[in-house]
Structures are given as C-alpha cells and as structure tokens.
C-alpha cells in the first residue's frame, strides 16, 4: 500500500491528511479520535478525484475535522 501526507486548503483552513492508494474499488475517508484524517484510495485514482470528495465533506458548518466527522 503506498502512503503520502497531503495538505488540503479549504477556505482559510489547511486539512492534513494521510492518502494510501490500495487494491479497493472505493473511497473511503476516516476522521479518527487524535483528528488525523486517512483517505483510502483505489490504486490509479486521479488526485483531482480524491481531493474534491474531500472538498465535497469538508463544506458542513464547524471546522474542517468536525466538518469531516459527519462523512
């Protein structure tokens, strides 16, 4: 599985997060208790795709890790 830390910018905040592509069919993104967000993705996903469903779960109300809690 290969690993790389990303920084999304969203409105005035900066989300750190962990990407690991793997051999899955889907997206899949986890706040965790320490507020560290991992995305996994299947292997080959043009990053233009990940970074907007990350968008797309950052835009509810509250900062961007709550914001992401509700994915």
């Known amino acids: 599985m290969s690993r790389r ?6 409105g005035g905040e ?11 069919k ?7 208790p320490d507020r ?6 299947p292997e080959g996903t ?3 795709i990940i970074e907007a469903r990350v968008r797309k779960r950052a835009r509810w109300p ?3 890790e709550k914001r992401l809690l509700l994915c």
């Open 26 to 32: 889907s997206l899949e993104i986890a706040v965790h």
């Open 14 to 24: 900066k989300i750190p997060y962990e990407l690991r592509y793997a051999k899955r």
């Open 62 to 64: 509250g900062t961007a």
């Open 46 to 48: 043009d990053l233009d």
């Open 36 to 41: 560290t967000v991992t995305v996994k993705a």
């Open 5 to 10: 830390a990303r920084v999304l910018s969203y």
